[in-house]
């Protein structure tokens, strides 16, 4: 990329994921959220999150069984936002599937890093419900208090009451959950923390939804990415971090490894506020294929941004085309399962495709009719396709042309 | 690796990255010159909390700025001014290509577009009956798209955010992407802006505590690497000489008040060891310095790790609480205080949440 880096990408630690915690509309932990992609399953219901009277379309991807108490323990969760519940429960799952104690980490270095698009804006909606109902200027003191995007990270470090930790919120919306495990990445393989808990978080929020339906995105029932039926993308919620670890540190202390991270690349379209640009795109899968020293052609599984939008979907099948050529591999969308989980979407297809190359399988895009002939990829129509994978690519985008891409790689495949 | 040694546990490289330029929106003036004014005549002048004369469409003109918040303005603004002072009509960036420069903006919550847009939805005939055009904003990556899209500057664009520590936050975001080769310079900074809004929410998180009053303001910095040395001072690739050199950047976490001063103190001393800092090099600190337990715990840790070294309050004292763009003013402060002298300088925050943060620059 004719770039310079201060560290020759050589001189790199290995980094490698041996922990994964998912909260999402299908499944809870490891085991139900690998159940639920090689399944098919879909996290589509009813919104019972907020009133949705006067809405003509009323499906999401929330949890409403998530139950914050089941795994915070130290914190009050009545005193937190619910991205921020998500966030903390999410990286305590990591833990425990990296067999890794809060005790352990607590004199290591560390970075909490967690992704997302709105935060704790839900606590903002219930200032100004509460003013408008009321008449009066009064502030709900709780909810301003819950309403601070930045505890997604610092109530982590708090929970786990760890000491020598940066703990920083990556809102980069829909993208935000590949930029915080791309840094985790960076942190732990320039040897400046022993591990980083990195991914994202958020709440289905009746602010999300109102956003996308006065925009014309919200898909009536389902959310169809790649069909020529396509109707645009349901709302969703859910957290999902991984725990990342030094090679040579987890071998040491007999974890599980999931996979590698080879790298990953940032881009900026610098063209629209709103709208994906393919050549940003294009360009932002390249600079991920750089640093992580892979090819196109290495490339067996592509886990797309694929929202189930017009503008997304033809965009950035297009971008896909345009790096890959005549080597295009499997592409399939994970928002067709999951919804439109926003900061964690990222984050949740990053733990898919850790999955997807642990278990031999690819995920499906469900909710396919028809194909589109403006999109000429292999979405993996509706069955999960067993597959031995070697490198998978997770692509991103995000408003603001927030572009990036995090390659993942099977530990052990001899690629590095 | 020639880094190795120093670089062993996880320290700066050799060669740690320069602060070559910066510029400044602030209650005391536009642009870098009327700031340092300002903050040379704290004490017969009486700065206000807001940026005065700002604007937004006047400053960067009707078009492309009608759903503009003030945050993403006073950003756009400040970058504006940064590349007016490192670039040229052939080279804009710099010297720089587009995409090897990153974007990297501390912001906290859009509290003032984020509510404008939910009153709307409570107060309308349909809660959906909002403007389109208002949705950007209501992200907090907005600002930062925004700085990318007006300068033309395609590299990483990233958006940080951490409370009182976010600054501190962004500038370790911005090292890294420079240090791991996703980008070869970043513009990177952090913004604020005042509304009743986000006083009326920061009231009610305080809760009674104390604190200062809201204020606004944006820095930004240039980062990039530092590639020769003339007359003992670093020089980027561009030739433009450093103003700083960041040594050194760590964080630590409290869960009680009472462990504020002893994390502070961790931090200092892990950052002093990174950077091979002796105490007796500390020119001045610039602490955070949030009224009562936090900034008392903050005074305690400087002390113990670095005596009594002079601490700088001046900014936050005469303008407010700039919120996330808190810690770019200290920096902007140590840097006037210390400038020309080649001493290290010292960046310390204590966040409400549960923070410490500390940088170490050497100032020239």
């Known amino acids: ?416 | 690796m020639t880094a190795a040694g120093r670089d062993q546990r996880g320290g700066l490289p050799a060669a740690a990255p320069v602060i070559t330029a910066w510029e400044v929106y602030s209650p005391l003036g536009h642009g870098a010159r009327s700031h340092l004014a300002g903050l040379r005549a704290v004490g017969s002048v009486r700065p206000g909390p807001s940026v005065p004369d700002f604007d937004v469409r006047e400053i960067l003109g009707r078009s492309g700025t009608r759903a503009m918040d003030r945050a993403a303005g006073l950003a756009v603004a400040t970058t504006r001014r940064l590349l007016d002072r490192v670039g040229t009509a052939e080279a804009p960036l710099g010297g720089y290509a587009s995409e090897d420069v990153g974007v990297v903006l501390g912001a906290s919550d859009g509290i003032k577009s984020v509510m404008d847009f939910l009153r709307d939805t409570w107060t309308r005939d349909k809660p959906y009956d909002v403007d389109p055009s208002h949705v950007p904003r209501t992200l907090m990556n907005f600002a930062a798209g925004q700085c990318a899209i007006w300068h033309g500057v395609r590299g990483p664009n990233a958006t940080i955010c951490g409370s009182h520590a976010t600054a501190l936050l962004t500038l370790n975001y911005a090292r890294r992407l420079q240090r791991n080769g996703h980008a070869k310079a970043a513009i990177w900074g952090a913004v604020e802006e005042l509304s009743a809004d986000r006083t009326a929410v920061e009231s009610a998180r305080l809760d009674g505590r104390g604190g200062r009053p809201p204020a606004e303001g944006c820095v930004m910095f240039l980062l990039e690497a530092a590639s020769t040395v003339a007359g003992g001072r670093p020089v980027a690739a561009g030739g433009r000489p450093a103003v700083a050199q960041v040594l050194a950047v760590e964080f630590g976490v409290w869960s009680g008040p009472d462990q504020i001063r002893d994390a502070l103190v961790g931090c200092l001393r892990r950052a002093l060891m990174r950077a091979a800092v002796r105490r007796e090099e500390v020119l001045a600190i610039a602490p955070l310095s949030w009224p009562g337990w936090p900034g008392s715990a903050e005074r305690a840790g400087i002390a113990d790790v670095v005596g009594d070294a002079p601490l700088l309050t001046k900014t936050a004292d005469a303008i407010g609480d700039t919120g996330a763009g808190s810690a770019a003013f200290q920096i902007v402060e140590l840097l006037a205080e210390g400038a020309g002298l080649g001493r290290v300088g010292v960046v310390t925050t204590v966040d409400g949440e549960g923070r410490v943060g500390c940088a170490l620059l050497r100032i020239y």
């Open chain 1, 1 to 416: 990329m004719g770039h310079d880096p201060a560290i020759a990408t050589s001189a790199r630690r290995r980094v490698v994921i041996t922990g994964i915690g998912v909260i999402s509309s299908i499944g809870t932990g490891v085991a139900e959220f690998t159940e639920g992609l090689r399944a098919g399953r879909s996290g589509a219901r009813p919104i019972t999150a907020f009133d949705t009277a006067g809405f003509a379309h009323t499906n999401a991807c929330g949890i409403p069984d998530f139950v914050p108490e089941r795994w915070i323990s130290r914190l009050n969760p009545g005193e937190l936002g619910r991205a921020t519940q998500l966030s903390i429960a999410s990286t305590i799952l990591a833990l425990r599937d990296a067999r890794l104690t809060p005790e352990r980490l607590r004199d290591q270095r560390a970075l909490i890093a967690v992704g997302t698009t709105y935060g704790e804006s839900g606590e903002l909606d219930r200032i100004v419900a509460r003013q408008v109902a009321s008449g009066t200027p009064a502030v709900d003191k709780p909810a301003a208090a819950r309403s601070a995007s930045s505890r997604l990270s610092i109530d982590v470090a708090r929970e786990l009451e760890l000491t020598q930790t940066e703990a920083v919120t990556i809102p980069t919306a829909c993208a935000a959950g590949n930029y915080a495990i791309g840094y985790g990445f960076d942190v732990v393989a320039g040897g400046e923390a022993d591990v980083a808990l990195c991914g994202g978080a958020d709440a289905l929020l009746r602010m999300t939804f109102v956003t996308f339906y006065r925009l014309g995105t919200i898909a009536p029932l389902i959310c169809q990415p790649f069909d020529r039926n396509r109707k645009g993308i349901l709302t969703g919620e859910g957290g999902a971090v991984l725990v990342l670890e030094d090679l040579d540190a987890a071998i040491a202390r007999g974890a599980h490894i999931y996979a590698e991270v080879l790298g990953y690349g940032l881009a900026c379209d610098a063209r629209h506020p709103v709208a994906p640009d393919q050549e940003g795109i294009a360009r932002c899968i390249s600079q991920a294929h750089s640093n992580a020293g892979t090819g196109p052609w290495q490339v067996d599984y592509i886990c797309a941004h694929g929202t189930g939008t017009k503008a997304n979907d033809v965009t950035e099948a297009a971008a896909i085309c345009q790096v890959f050529a005549g080597n295009l591999p499997p592409v399939s969308s994970l928002k067709s399962m999951l919804g439109h989980a926003m900061g964690a979407a990222s984050a949740l297809a990053a733990a898919g495709c850790a999955l997807a190359l642990e278990n031999g399988f690819i995920p499906p895009t469900i909710n396919h009719t028809e194909a589109d002939p403006e999109i000429g990829i292999d979405c993996v129509p509706n069955l999960a396709r067993p597959a031995e994978l070697r490198v998978v690519q997770n692509n991103s985008l995000a408003f603001a042309g927030n572009n990036a891409v995090l390659i993942l790689g099977r530990f052990g495949a001899g690629l590095a």
